[in-house]
């Protein structure tokens, strides 16, 4: 049965590019750059309230080339302290990306006014923000790239750059595209690729190999003279690199519109885009040589690619072979025709095919997973109303009654299990790259891991302290994978809350929220065990707890159940007070000071 999410998939790719084409903003991005070609760093220019910031196209190519490795890439995460924190992959190794990419960029950062130009139009103090477009062709796309993860990095809220490229080549690795993805800035970037231009594959070959044949390319470029046999022998020099190239680190990420003659058309999935970036260098119907004469050609020609292809979207394509009765087919035959493919291309068939194959499951599993978190907010609401009714009943804390396991704490620890065994299964399936990259920012799923975890925690812990023999911490040798998972997704949204107005808390939590709170009270009480039979160098750690709970009281972080009277934390906190007043009979501290005044109430 046909899926009408995958028919409007592949068909709204085409509109997209269509009215990219046509509306004009493309051919007046391309004309910025053309503007800025000669200019040593970049240009600013504002037009109709929007700020377009170009970097030059054929500037130090000295910098560019890199023969440190093979491949030429290197760690994202300098010593100059740049890019955010979070372009890292999901394995949380930072990203990789062409160190010749990242020294254009930093020139321009260090050595020119670009930061204090750029203020202007990201100051929150603005009173009128202008939408700032990035705009980069060749190499300049590459700085472009760059610059925008910068801008999107430094999470301003009032500012959501826009990056347009033409012929730009990769600049990261699967650990970039990761990030992108998890911080949902693929719809930032729109790379126009024509469909011979081999600057936007190049990186696809061990950069040593390409090295010294685009530098001769470079120089025609730049207009040089060079003989016309030297740019010949280099440009078959790169395709063929290319076309035969081995697994390359480098992939892309963002919309890739892929232009020809017969019109365009915009892909987002980033394996497909990487398949597309080979098969539209390949035809049964051109030769190696004409080939490589157009991959030289058109990188400096897209106001010509751009200008045939708005005229050929808008006559409409005529699909070659088409016996499908199938909008699906026919929409991915459309696609191919476009980008200068062709509808009987199998293996460019089968490519768009598997991604939206892929797409499709990814949504099919989300809404499986979703049906099965609403069964789940049943058992939830068993553990809430357990916790209360230890609060009331018994006059504990839910996570001290856990630890005894009567009948009542036998089930909820039945509820416990169901419980993680559905978020294991949502670890497992994020593992298995089964899930839409952005899953793990998506406010539905951090919300509702947040409060699992803030739940249900605590009674992981008081499991691993009543079962376990060792003298090992929760924190080293029990703590699950979901829980430390849970907490990064969580850390990584608040990022980029961070630049937003919070809301100030007027009461306390009604879930305490370091979910870890009771194994940190379970090492104080072992420390301070420690410290009264002699190991002095315990203090230092039992002071830093009581300063974080003192903070934590402050920010009305921590739940009122806490300080139910023979709590684990309240028997900690008398018998560390009689210790400081022993050592000290005049003995107070800010935490002191809460605990008889009670305003750890609010």
């Known amino acids: 049965m046909e899926s009408d999410s995958l028919t409007s998939r592949f068909t709204i790719g085409q509109e997209i590019a269509t009215f990219l084409v046509s509306c004009g903003l493309v051919p007046k991005v391309w004309e910025e750059s053309l503007r800025a070609s000669n200019v040593e760093s970049f240009t600013v220019n504002e037009s109709e309230d929007v700020a377009y910031v170009t970097f030059p196209s054929f500037q130090r190519l000295e910098d560019f080339i890199v023969n440190d490795n093979k491949c030429g890439e290197g760690n994202i995460q300098t010593d100059h302290g740049v890019f955010s924190g979070c372009l890292n992959g999901n394995d949380e190794k930072p990203a990789l990306i062409h160190p010749g990419a990242l020294t254009l960029f930093l020139h321009i950062m260090e ?59 990769l600049v990261g690795d699967e650990r970039l595209v990761e990030a992108v993805g998890r911080e949902n800035w693929g719809g930032n970037f729109c790379h126009v690729v024509s469909k011979h231009d081999i600057v936007p594959r190049m990186l696809l070959a061990p950069f040593e190999s390409i090295a010294n044949p685009f530098t001769t390319v470079f120089g025609y470029w730049q207009g040089k003279n060079v003989p016309d046999s030297l740019i010949q022998d280099a440009s078959r020099t790169l395709l063929n690199h290319v076309l035969v190239s ?69 006559r409409g394509i005529r699909i070659a072979k088409s016996n499908s009765e199938s909008s699906y087919e026919i929409g991915i035959s459309s696609q191919l025709e476009a980008i200068g493919v062709g509808a009987q291309n199998d293996h460019a068939q089968s490519a768009l095919l598997k991604a939206g194959e892929l797409e499709n499951e990814y949504n099919e599993n989300v809404e499986t997973l979703a049906i099965k978190l609403s069964v789940r907010q049943s058992s939830m609401a068993e553990l809430e109303w357990y916790k209360e009714r230890c609060e009331k009943e018994d006059g504990s804390t839910y996570y001290d009654s856990f630890k005894k396991q009567d009948m009542k704490d ?91 107005r919070q809301r100030t808390r007027t009461k306390p939590a009604s879930l305490t929220e370091n979910s870890c709170f009771w194994a940190s009270v379970e090492e104080a009480v072992k420390d301070l065990n420690n410290l009264n039979n002699g190991q002095i160098q315990k203090l ?57 005044n009670e305003s750890w109430k609010g």
């Open 410 to 500: 036998i089930h909820a620890n039945l509820v416990k299990v169901k419980l993680a065994e559905f978020w294991d299964e949502i670890m497992e399936k994020w593992g298995g790259h089964e899930l839409p990259s952005d899953f793990q920012s998506q406010n539905k799923w951090i919300n509702a891991g947040n409060t699992y975890r803030r739940l249900v925690e605590p009674l992981d812990i008081a499991h691993y302290y009543l079962t376990t023999k060792t003298n090992k911490s929760y924190f080293s040798d029990g703590r699950p994978n979901r829980h430390k998972v849970l907490q990064e997704w969580m850390e990584a949204k608040e990022k980029t809350r961070s630049s937003r």
């Open 111 to 169: 050595k020119t006014d670009f930061q204090a130009k750029l203020q202007v139009y990201t100051d929150s103090k603005q009173k009128k923000l202008k939408p700032i477009i990035f705009v980069g062709h060749s190499l300049g796309g590459a700085v472009a790239t760059l610059a925008t993860l910068w801008v999107l990095g430094k999470r301003l809220r009032q500012s959501s750059p826009f990056c347009i490229t033409f012929g730009c080549p």
């Open 246 to 314: 081995p697994s390359s680190p480098y992939r892309p990420f963002g919309t890739y519109m892929f232009c020809s003659s017969n019109g365009a058309a915009c892909i987002e999935n980033a394996q497909t885009v990487l398949e597309m970036l080979h098969l539209t260098m390949q035809s049964q119907h051109t030769s190696f040589e004409e080939i490589a004469q157009a991959c030289i050609l058109e990188h400096i020609r897209y106001d010509s690619v751009l200008e045939e292809g708005r005229q050929n979207s808008i």
């Open 540 to 596: 230092q750690s039992l002071e830093k707890f009581e300063r974080d709970v003192t903070t934590m009281v402050n920010a009305l972080s921590i739940a009122s159940d806490v300080f139910l009277e023979g709590s684990s934390f309240m028997m900690w906190w008398e018998d560390w007070k009689e210790y400081n007043q022993k050592q000290s009979p005049g003995w107070r501290s800010s935490l002191y000071e809460i605990m008889e």
